[in-house]
């Protein structure tokens, strides 16, 4: 039980190797852990291995040199707190003559060691005007300074939210400008949990892939369905997922979609490495066949001789063209066989991933790309079983709404039925809350993209059982039985 503790306990430390995210401000980042590496962080270098063993949501001090130092809890009130403050600021006057302390005075303090409290502490001393000011402009005026002076971090333990906000203040558009808001509805739209086998579709960096994997939490199987050449996971990787989360996780190309359900995927690549293996045994043959010729002429010399004129013969013809020749011919096989062990693992993971899809009972369908979805989808919604959701994101509306009209026309001829389509916008506000100051801000995200969603149904069977039902007789009118008297 004790162990068990310390496990759970573990979880909230910061270890080497650990993916963690910055964060100092609104502003986000994520890195990994690691000793003696400098990071850039804000335009400051920063070494993070102070870091480890400590717990995260820890604030963090950067000292000279770029080293962090875990900040001390403030336990007495500052002396600017304690400042009396004014009744109004229409005596104040912004003329830029209130501020004693000049940008060299400031440099000269930071050069003395002084600490970014201290130094706001030194600019409020000498302000002729602080007093004066409410204390909602005080608070203001602090704030803007400790965001000036104060070199503070804090190490986040990375998650959907946080990682979704990070991309969409540093990088939109890697993530097709996906706000988390609206990932977070995706994965309630589409029922993700552990145990389920869900099909995801996205150019966002894998951030819609990783949200999916850390919802069902390392039970069930995701088939990531990817365009090109291989699947791009730079974000699933910030995640710091455990190795059995990745077992979970097969990847399908999106161009053989087509070929499996037709019945003609061949994922045995034997014709492929027969044909590189041919090519790699030309040059080998002829070397033989060359080698062959010279123990010839050199056996006529010989008079058929023994070991000695063999080991005379090797001898003559270990030239060093012939030195250079095999080596390249030792190399060519050794990357062969590298290529091979490639293709089988390759072979070997498009094998597993197309048994997951080959019984078309997957339990949701989670799409957000740079490309058109209506194919994508018309496509991908075969393998869903019925009943089950499916989810799509697009930054504009217009492709959505071809997904729908087709969705409504097509959907009973060719791809099952879907029920409950719902086309649905994001839209999000945030609320400053301090005492005597609650207002929204003025700043906000002006749109947060678009989803379409529904449900399958097999109307297949729906229909079978309605013909049925229709083919049968009535049922017979029962007779009203009436009581003897007597």
């Not at 995706?186 to 099909?199: C, D, E, P, R, Y």
């Not at 010279?294 to 063999?310: A, H, I, V």
């Not at 409504?408 to 005492?435: A, C, F, I, M």
């Given at each position: 039980?004790?162990?068990?503790?310390?496990?759970?306990?573990?979880?909230?430390?910061?270890?080497?190797?650990d993916?963690?995210?910055?964060?100092?401000g609104?502003?986000?980042?994520?890195?990994?852990?690691?000793?003696?590496?400098?990071?850039?962080?804000?335009?400051?270098?920063?070494?993070?291995?102070?870091?480890?063993?400590?717990?995260?949501?820890?604030?963090f001090?950067?000292?000279?040199?770029?080293?962090?130092?875990?900040?001390?809890?403030?336990?007495?009130?500052?002396?600017?707190?304690?400042?009396?403050?004014?009744?109004?600021?229409?005596?104040?006057?912004d003329?830029?003559?209130s501020?004693?302390?000049?940008?060299?005075?400031?440099?000269?303090?930071?050069?003395?060691?002084?600490?970014?409290?201290?130094?706001?502490?030194?600019?409020?001393e000498?302000?002729s005007?602080?007093?004066?000011?409410?204390?909602f402009?005080?608070?203001?005026?602090?704030?803007?300074?400790?965001?000036?002076?104060?070199?503070?971090?804090?190490?986040?333990?990375?998650?959907?939210?946080?990682?979704?906000?990070?991309?969409?203040?540093?990088?939109?558009?890697?993530?097709?400008?996906?706000?988390?808001?609206t990932l977070?509805?995706?994965?309630?739209?589409?029922?993700?949990?552990?145990?389920?086998?869900?099909?995801?579709?996205?150019?966002?960096?894998?951030?819609?892939?990783?949200?999916?994997?850390?919802?069902?939490?390392?039970?069930?199987?995701?088939?990531?369905?990817?365009?090109?050449?291989?699947?791009?996971?730079?974000?699933?990787?910030?995640?710091?997922?455990?190795?059995?989360?990745?077992?979970?996780?097969?990847?399908?190309?999106?161009?053989?979609?087509?070929?499996?359900?037709?019945?003609?995927?061949?994922?045995?690549?034997?014709?492929?490495?027969?044909?590189?293996?041919?090519?790699?045994?030309?040059?080998?043959?002829?070397?033989?066949?060359?080698?062959?010729?010279?123990?010839?002429?050199?056996?006529?010399?010989?008079?058929?001789?023994?070991?000695?004129?063999?080991?005379?013969?090797?001898?003559?013809?270990?030239?060093?063209?012939?030195?250079?020749?095999?080596?390249?011919?030792?190399?060519?096989?050794?990357?062969?066989?590298?290529?091979?062990?490639?293709?089988?693992?390759?072979?070997?993971?498009?094998?597993?991933?197309?048994?997951?899809?080959?019984?078309?009972?997957?339990?949701?369908?989670?799409?957000?790309?740079r490309f058109?979805?209506?194919?994508?989808?018309?496509?991908?919604?075969?393998?869903?079983?019925?009943?089950?959701?499916?989810?799509?994101?697009?930054?504009?509306?217009?492709?959505?709404?071809?997904?729908?009209?087709?969705?409504?026309?097509?959907?009973?001829?060719?791809?099952?039925?879907?029920?409950?389509?719902?086309?649905?916008?994001?839209?999000?506000?945030?609320?400053?809350?301090?005492?005597?100051?609650?207002?929204?801000?003025?700043?906000?995200?002006?749109?947060?993209?678009?989803?379409?969603?529904?449900?399958?149904?097999?109307?297949?069977?729906?229909?079978?059982?309605?013909?049925?039902?229709?083919?049968?007789?009535?049922?017979?009118?029962?007779?009203?039985?009436?009581?003897?008297?007597?």
């Amino acid at each position: 039980m004790a162990e068990s503790i310390e496990d759970d306990d573990s979880a909230y430390i910061i270890k080497e190797g650990d993916y963690v995210v910055l964060k100092r401000g609104d502003i986000f980042k994520a890195v990994q852990i690691q000793p003696r590496k400098k990071v850039m962080f804000e335009k400051q270098w920063l070494f993070l291995e102070k870091a480890i063993g400590q717990l995260y949501s820890t604030a963090f001090e950067v000292v000279s040199g770029g080293h962090l130092e875990p900040q001390k809890a403030k336990t007495t009130e500052s002396s600017a707190d304690a400042k009396e403050a004014g009744v109004d600021n229409r005596n104040i006057v912004d003329d830029g003559k209130s501020q004693k302390l000049t940008r060299d005075d400031i440099e000269t303090l930071k050069e003395q060691g002084l600490k970014g409290q201290e130094i706001i502490q030194q600019l409020i001393e000498n302000s002729s005007t602080f007093s004066d000011k409410t204390e909602f402009s005080q608070q203001k005026y602090i704030k803007k300074k400790k965001k000036k002076y104060e070199s503070t971090i804090m190490i986040l333990r990375p998650s959907c939210r946080i990682l979704a906000m990070m991309y969409h203040g540093r990088e939109p558009g890697k993530i097709c400008h996906l706000r988390y808001d609206t990932l977070a509805q995706m994965l309630t739209l589409g029922n993700i949990h552990a145990g389920s086998k869900v099909l995801v579709f996205e150019t966002c960096s894998g951030l819609v892939l990783g949200a999916v994997m850390e919802r069902m939490g390392g039970y069930g199987s995701v088939v990531q369905m990817y365009p090109g050449d291989g699947p791009v996971q730079a974000g699933l990787e910030s995640f710091g997922f455990p190795p059995h989360f990745h077992d979970t996780l097969h990847t399908f190309p999106i161009c053989h979609v087509n070929a499996l359900l037709a019945g003609t995927l061949d994922t045995d690549p034997a014709k492929e490495l027969a044909a590189d293996s041919s090519d790699a045994s030309v040059p080998s043959k002829a070397g033989e066949e060359a080698g062959r010729t010279d123990t010839d002429t050199g056996g006529e010399g010989g008079g058929g001789g023994g070991e000695s004129s063999l080991e005379e013969v090797k001898m003559e013809t270990s030239t060093p063209a012939q030195v250079e020749q095999s080596e390249r011919e030792k190399l060519k096989a050794i990357r062969l066989q590298e290529k091979q062990e490639k293709m089988e693992v390759k072979r070997k993971k498009l094998a597993e991933a197309a048994a997951q899809l080959q019984g078309k009972n997957a339990d949701g369908l989670i799409i957000a790309s740079r490309f058109h979805p209506a194919p994508v989808l018309l496509g991908l919604i075969k393998f869903l079983a019925p009943s089950r959701p499916f989810v799509v994101y697009s930054q504009y509306k217009e492709p959505l709404i071809e997904c729908y009209t087709k969705l409504k026309e097509h959907g009973s001829k060719e791809h099952g039925g879907v029920v409950n389509l719902r086309l649905t916008d994001s839209w999000l506000r945030h609320y400053q809350v301090l005492p005597n100051r609650t207002h929204p801000v003025l700043q906000m995200s002006g749109g947060g993209g678009y989803l379409l969603s529904g449900t399958t149904v097999d109307m297949h069977n729906a229909k079978a059982a309605s013909s049925q039902q229709a083919d049968k007789p009535p049922p017979a009118k029962k007779l009203k039985l009436t009581g003897s008297e007597g």
